[in-house]
């Protein structure tokens, strides 16, 4: 079992920047595809950006790329959301999420475990 804890959100104007941290319990944190996914009310969660386990490969949704870097710190058993250039639409309840299975599709919302959520909001 894997308890994963976001922070970081907040309200911030368009423009402005937010880093989301979220801490993962467990000793194989090494081990787990990390990703970011999103909800706007009213819609689906989303895919945002992932990184995979041992090699760090990243991904990002079109919608973010050049704004957004996933990162990790496996001493801290951490992986972080820099949001830059934020925009309105951004707005949403972000979600931190891990997967075992190295194979995974990490776009894909299939993962193993999920952070309870951290609201960010983006004024005009």
């Known amino acids: 079992q894997v308890l994963l804890v976001e922070s970081g959100g907040g309200l911030v104007q368009a423009g402005g920047s937010l880093r989301l941290s979220c801490v993962a319990s467990?000793?194989?944190?090494?081990?787990?595809?990390m990703g970011w996914f999103r909800q706007a009310p009213g819609k689906e969660r989303e895919f945002v950006a992932a990184?995979?386990?041992?090699?760090?490969?990243?991904y990002y949704a079109d919608s973010v790329k050049g704004r957004f870097i996933i990162s990790r710190d496996l001493a801290k058993n951490t992986v972080y959301l820099q949001m830059n250039s934020l925009k309105p639409e951004d707005t949403a309840v972000y979600f931190c999420?891990?997967?075992?299975?190295?194979?995974?599709?990490?776009?894909?919302?299939?993962?193993?475990?999920w952070g309870q959520g951290t609201q960010v909001t983006v004024s005009s």
């Open positions: 999420a891990a997967t075992e299975n190295y194979y995974s599709n990490l776009r894909s919302p299939s993962y193993d475990y």
């Open positions: 990184i995979r386990s041992s090699s760090s490969i990243t």
């Open positions: 467990g000793r194989t944190f090494s081990r787990y595809g």
